[in-house]
């Protein structure tokens, strides 16, 4: 059974977006699970977007039990599913199948990642639902994209951050391959999954027509790699683990402050690495042939590591901080969470931000992805509760109180 029906926050007006909005008036419906997907569906839903979240009916979105919850409530989904309506649809039922089609008809984008040959066996593929909406944008966001001898394998972003090179150049060079301990793949993707809708929407506005995003998961991180295949191709060079060392600049590194705290440094600008230089008493390393060039530099790794290393050990944090500042060279701390949400540029930035939430009272999450001056986007209201709006929506498209009631009895809700 799906959760008795709650009424939509009181600042989403009902669930419609601000007039000011970017995105006000576009219409997704996101059927996909865990994070790619419904990653690109949060974007849009953020910048004014109305996402309908369509959930089976006893199967929710797995996020909403992934990680830590309270109050039985997990808290990862009230960051996914932020600015989403959230309804019930088992689409293998016939009810289901023409209740998504009359949905398809009123909307601008759909957002699935079943494995390909699903929503074709449901009779839900491309040829019924631009039969539906001709001007329809269906983002398919798999592991291995669309074909391939791949394509029908079950797959996740952890695969991708294997297949794509990213765990191979990851760790020290005498440790294994190093896994992310968070959603990278899933994260890229679901960043290249909006940016190609709004592609493929600008090309509708030109044409008339919709058409269909084929997103593999594998595919977008190989692009943030950066030059890795053109490397090899042009001269046979695999990229190595180097730790937190770089092979195009140097010094690069996290080091340990007197008070036993950690800050990165980074020297990619050549006047960048002769401030650093300066700073710690080394003048004389500047003068040295080898200094003139970035990847000269991370040829003399060790020595550089150990100027700025021992020198960054006798002085305290706060020391460091405030010298590499006067100097105008590059420094961050290495901060986790607690000093993440007190840092006073992400504060002046609104970076964590806070939303009030019916179920939980006041919640901090990270805000928008970027402000636009003129017409910015907002959180409306965080994730909701399973099929919290199922009947509302279904009113609004036409369905009266005897058909919810008959698609409840199929099961289709």
Not at 63 to 69: A, I, K, L, V
Not at 285 to 313: K, M, N, Q, S, Y
Request: glycine letters at 10%.
């Amino acid at each position: 059974m799906t959760p008795p029906e709650t009424t939509a926050p009181a600042s989403a007006s009902g669930g419609t977006p601000t007039a000011a909005a970017p995105l006000t008036g576009l219409r997704v419906l996101d059927l996909a699970t865990l994070f790619a997907g419904p990653l690109a569906a949060t974007m849009l839903g953020d910048f004014g977007a109305e996402v309908i979240k369509i959930e089976h009916p006893v199967k929710p979105d797995p996020s909403r039990g992934h990680g830590p919850s309270k109050d039985g409530i997990g808290l990862w989904w009230k960051l996914l599913g932020r600015n989403k309506r959230t309804m019930t649809l088992d689409l293998s039922r016939p009810g289901g199948r023409t209740t998504l089609l009359r949905l398809a008809a009123t909307a601008d984008v759909v957002i699935e990642n079943f494995r390909p040959g699903t929503l074709e066996k449901w009779d839900l593929g491309w040829p019924e639902l631009s039969a539906a909406n001709p001007r329809l944008v269906l983002a398919r966001v798999t592991a291995f994209g669309q074909f391939g001898p791949y394509a029908h394998r079950p797959g996740f972003g952890t695969l991708a951050e294997a297949m794509s090179g990213f765990a191979a150049i990851t760790g020290e060079p005498d440790a294994p391959p190093t896994l992310p301990p968070f959603g990278l793949a899933d994260s890229i993707a679901g960043l290249a999954t909006a940016y190609a809708v709004m592609t493929a929407l600008s090309a509708c506005d030109r044409t008339g027509e919709g058409q269909v995003v084929d997103m593999a998961i594998i595919e977008p991180i190989l692009t943030v790699l950066g030059p890795q295949p053109l490397w090899y191709d042009q001269l046979g060079h695999v990229q190595p683990r180097t730790g937190n060392r770089s092979q195009n600049n140097a010094p690069r590194n996290t080091y340990r402050t007197a008070d036993n705290t950690w800050v990165a440094v980074s020297t990619s600008a050549q006047s960048i690495a002769e401030r650093v230089m300066r700073l710690v008493g080394r003048p004389e390393l500047i003068d040295e042939p080898w200094f003139a060039t970035g990847a000269d530099r991370a040829r003399h790794t060790d020595v550089l590591d150990e100027a700025v290393g021992t020198w960054i050990a006798h002085h305290s944090h706060s020391e460091v901080i405030a010298a590499f500042e006067k100097a105008e060279a590059a420094v961050a701390p290495v901060q986790d969470v607690r000093e993440v949400m007190t840092d006073p540029q992400y504060q002046a930035l609104d970076t964590i931000t806070t939303v009030d939430d019916p179920e939980l009272g006041p919640i901090r999450m990270q805000n928008v992805l970027f402000r636009l001056s003129a017409t910015p986007g907002a959180i409306r209201w965080a994730g909701r509760p399973h099929g919290a709006d199922t009947t509302a929506v279904l009113t609004e498209l036409g369905l009266t109180g005897p058909d919810i009631d008959a698609l409840r009895t199929e099961g289709a809700l």
